[in-house]
């Protein structure tokens, strides 16, 4: 049995995609409720379910214009990111990982988000002049907003994926294929209707995914043609690494933490509905930066491929 420290950095995914802020905090904390999870036998999932009730809670308490019930929904968003950070902790640290977890995790958060958007939209409509008399700009305006957030987080998480694999490989990363699940898809054709359901919501957001990074799957497909059998080069990976590496800051801006700081931020100024502008602009932008800095580098290193660079690196 390893020491705490040792089992702490264990539950990590890797240094080169963690986030300043969830080391600082989060980690710390979610470790404890993982070790706390695991001596009471809870599993991974059931903490996942129970961040999305503590999410969905503080989404409700955004609602009211009242400073201090919004406080309160920020510890209640803050204490759901600690689960969120447990259950996979708690899944690296038990070995129990499942396809329906990660699902689950990624969906987590857009209950969170619903929630909010839907407190801001209300509370926004109830408060200003502008939005009581022209109720759709607010709904528009939220409904374009999460479908960008929904957007910037799906690449985000698929361009850390791509990373894990080239530094920890296939096990080290919960890297999909849509060509892959849907041969799972109809190998299971006879399983239950809820597994069924959930893979084909696993396989719309990994279609997703690759329908905005054709650079990344025209990389995958030649590495697949030249490497079949996964032995990628480790010239390549190391090249990979280095050349990804500057993007995870991206990918961990887009994800909860800077989000929240910018939604606590306007709940603090008592204008929420600016959160929305914050998505739109400054988020967005962002994101397109990274996909483009991402599919530049998949070109170079499937250019790089093609002219036989990496095929007599020692494996």
């Known amino acids: 049995m390893g020491s705490w420290k040792e089992e702490y950095r264990d539950s990590l995914k890797?240094?080169?995609t963690e986030e300043r802020i969830d080391l600082a905090f989060y980690r710390p904390i979610g470790f404890v409720w993982a070790k706390i999870a695991a001596r009471l036998g809870i599993t991974p999932n059931a903490i996942t379910i129970a961040s999305i009730f503590l999410g969905v809670g503080a989404g409700v308490l955004f609602y009211f214009p009242d400073l201090m019930v919004n406080v309160a929904g920020m510890l209640l968003l803050i204490w759901a990111n600690s689960f969120d950070s447990a259950d996979g902790q708690l899944a690296r640290m038990t070995r129990q990982y499942s396809r329906l977890g990660r699902i689950l995790d990624g969906m987590s958060g857009d209950?969170?988000?619903?929630s909010i958007y839907i407190a801001i939209v209300l509370r926004g409509n109830m408060s200003v002049s502008l939005f009581e008399s022209h109720h759709w700009i607010l709904w528009v305006t939220a409904g374009t907003a999460g479908?960008?957030?929904?957007?910037?987080?799906?690449?985000a998480d698929y361009y850390r994926q791509f990373h894990l694999y080239f530094l920890k490989g296939e096990d080290g990363s919960e890297l999909d294929s849509a060509t892959s699940l849907r041969r799972q898809l109809e190998e299971q054709k006879h399983a239950g209707f809820w597994k069924r359901l959930t893979m084909r919501i696993y396989l719309g957001y990994t279609l997703g995914?690759?329908?905005s990074s054709p650079a990344m799957q025209r990389l995958r497909r030649e590495l697949k043609r030249r490497f079949p059998d996964g032995r990628i080069p480790e010239g390549f990976r190391k090249e990979f690494r280095r050349l990804s590496l500057p993007l995870m800051k991206y990918t961990n801006i887009l994800t909860f933490n800077w989000r929240t700081i910018g939604l606590f931020i306007t709940l603090f100024m008592g204008m929420p509905w600016l959160y929305f502008v914050y998505e739109l602009t400054?988020?967005?932008?962002?994101?397109?930066?990274?996909?483009i800095r991402?599919?530049?580098i998949c070109r170079r290193l499937t250019r790089e491929l093609e002219n036989g660079r990496y095929q007599g690196d020692n494996i």
């Open 111 to 114: 209950f969170w988000f619903a």
């Open 294 to 296: 991402h599919e530049g």
């Open 282 to 291: 400054l988020l967005n932008a962002l994101a397109v930066y990274m996909v």
């Open 14 to 16: 890797s240094m080169d």
């Open 209 to 211: 995914q690759e329908a």
């Open 147 to 155: 479908i960008c957030h929904a957007r910037q987080a799906s690449m």
